[in-house]
């Protein structure tokens, strides 16, 4: 007999890059767009359950609050309602949801006349306030699965598009067909993993992915960047075509797992043999220390084993026994804190390394359009760099953390996952990127500055010249105290006019005339050598000076 699944939970995370709604604009408030167009959407924000009055706030509420250290809870739930309206007291997440989805009807390979349906739990859209940045959370969940239909509800459901086709035409690796069905028992959208032509065709003309029209259709009025559709929210995709998840299993008999079951489990990896490993055993040798943490796992102890957690960075997954009443309580136990703490565990590793993503992406989409060879896209590429690097720095103080909890169980799981993903690593990567055009953009502004006095120094050089001769002892050339009005206006304007002109031609000349100064000052060049710098002042070539 088959190991059964009596209860089956999955959580989809999909991070989205978000396109600039206003060019120029340093903070994109996408969710004002959703909030202004509410009758033409199912989105509606949700309401914090942090902000209900104080008499009905839970227990499941308190323990999730804190399991977290207190920046962490600002960033999550703001300052609350005892520091009055300040700014900045709010949480930066906004959190729309749609509830027009009850279930999610997926069709199999191996089963193409047996469908199984996935209750649906919530569909959320989450933004973060200064990034553009979006993550899209599809939570659903079954009772009583054979344990292989759940490693392949895994595996295939969040498939943004097929990485290839199977010779029979459909999506490789993806479900053969996914479904939303609506609160009527309706199909309100079908996936399209089989066809192939219109995948090939849009990678041709767009060199981005195609996204399977189910998943458009969950995201709308949010559309696809290089799709033709009309949209004032477009969005990029920022990661690998796999979604991140998080997976709950409560097993009938959660001992009956082999190795090779928590394998295929702990690296979503797809259904198979429970006495064979989906990867040579070289390469998983390490599993348990890797991939594991089982502070509370004992499968040799009577009774229940406990839970076994297990992450690998794209995915997070808990595994206990159904007759373990903590491991399957919704409230105090570990079912509540999966769908609430960890999935926030999980969650804000994800947010990093999307923004990271974006930012780099953001970075090299300047450097495409920069023209060196004009004035306005270098000073266009200057203003993206400085907003990328204000960007930056606000993202490293209210969302950077490198720990969230002292709590040993989401301390542990939330290194392991910041480490699968290496956001330490493209953190430091990032900075040092923004850093290094920002000490290029402040070298230029300093050689600008620089070149700017010594134009200023040669005018004043010269105009010293002039200074001096007419000033010597306080002389006046021509004496126009008893001059009329009118007179001293024109001799003012016959004398202003040639001055000006004059030291506007010295300015123009004011980049050879200071290489004029600068051989006249070299006492090692000949005075040959001096007399062609000066003529190189009115050279249309200038001649070499050795």
């Not at 088959?2 to 959580?11: E, G, L, S």
């Amino acid at each position: 007999m088959p190991t059964r699944v009596r209860h089956f939970r999955q959580i989809l995370i999909w991070p989205l890059q978000l396109m600039p709604i206003r060019i120029g604009d340093k903070v994109h408030e996408a969710w004002d767009v959703l909030e202004h167009t509410e009758g033409d959407h199912p989105w509606r924000e949700l309401r914090d359950e942090f902000s209900c009055a104080p008499e009905d706030f839970k227990e499941r509420h308190y323990s999730e609050f804190v399991t977290f250290l207190p920046y962490v809870r600002r960033f999550l739930y703001g300052e609350g309602k005892g520091r009055g309206p300040l700014p900045g007291t709010d949480s930066p997440i906004r959190v729309f949801r749609r509830n027009d989805i009850s279930h999610v009807r997926m069709t199999f390979p191996d089963a193409p006349d047996a469908p199984v349906s996935f209750n649906v739990a919530h569909v959320d859209l989450c933004f973060f306030y200064d990034l553009d940045v979006a993550i899209l959370v599809v939570e659903v969940f079954a009772d009583d699965l054979p344990l292989s239909r759940a490693q392949d509800a895994m595996y295939r459901f969040g498939r943004a598009y097929p990485g290839y086709w199977t010779d029979d035409g459909n999506g490789g690796n993806c479900l053969l067909r996914a479904e939303w069905i609506g609160r009527e028992g309706d199909v309100r959208a079908t996936s399209d993993y089989e066809e192939r032509k219109k995948y090939l065709a849009f990678v041709g003309r767009n060199r981005a992915p195609y996204f399977a029209s189910h998943w458009t259709w969950l995201l709308r009025p949010l559309v696809p960047d290089h799709a033709p559709d009309v949209g004032a929210i477009r969005y990029r995709q920022v990661e690998y075509t796999r979604m991140p998840l998080l997976t709950y299993l409560a097993m009938e008999d959660a001992r009956a797992l082999t190795r090779a079951d928590f394998v295929r489990l702990g690296l979503v990896s797809g259904p198979g043999p429970s006495d064979v490993l989906p990867y040579s055993a070289r390469y998983v040798a390490d599993f348990e220390g890797r991939y594991c943490f089982d502070q509370f796992w004992n499968d040799e102890r009577p009774g229940a084993p406990g839970a076994r957690f297990m992450s690998c960075g794209h995915g997070f997954t808990m595994v206990g026994d159904a007759n373990d009443a903590f491991f399957v309580d919704r409230n105090g136990g570990l079912l509540g804190q999966f769908r609430h703490q960890y999935f926030l565990l999980f969650l804000i590793p994800h947010i990093h390394k999307a923004t990271l993503l974006m930012l780099s992406d953001r970075m090299v989409e300047s450097l495409n359009h920069l023209d060196i060879r004009d004035a306005e896209s270098v000073k266009s590429f200057k203003r993206s760099i400085r907003q990328l690097l204000e960007v930056f720095l606000r993202f490293t103080h209210r969302y950077w953390f490198h720990e969230v909890s002292d709590q040993p169980a989401a301390r542990e799981l939330y290194r392991m996952t910041s480490s699968h993903l290496g956001t330490d690593a493209l953190y430091a990567e990032i900075r040092n990127e923004i850093e290094d055009m920002s000490d290029y953009l402040e070298t230029d502004t300093l050689r600008r500055q620089a070149n700017t006095v010594v134009r200023l120094t040669v005018v004043t050089s010269f105009g010293l010249i002039g200074t001096i001769a007419t000033g010597f002892l306080g002389m006046n050339l021509f004496s126009l105290s008893e001059a009329p009005l009118a007179e001293k206006i024109l001799w003012f304007v016959l004398v202003l006019v040639p001055v000006t002109g004059l030291t506007f031609y010295t300015i123009l000349r004011s980049k050879r005339l200071s290489d004029f100064l600068e051989s006249l000052s070299d006492e090692r060049l000949p005075a040959k050598a001096k007399l062609d710098s000066l003529l190189n002042v009115w050279r249309r070539t200038p001649k070499s000076i050795r």
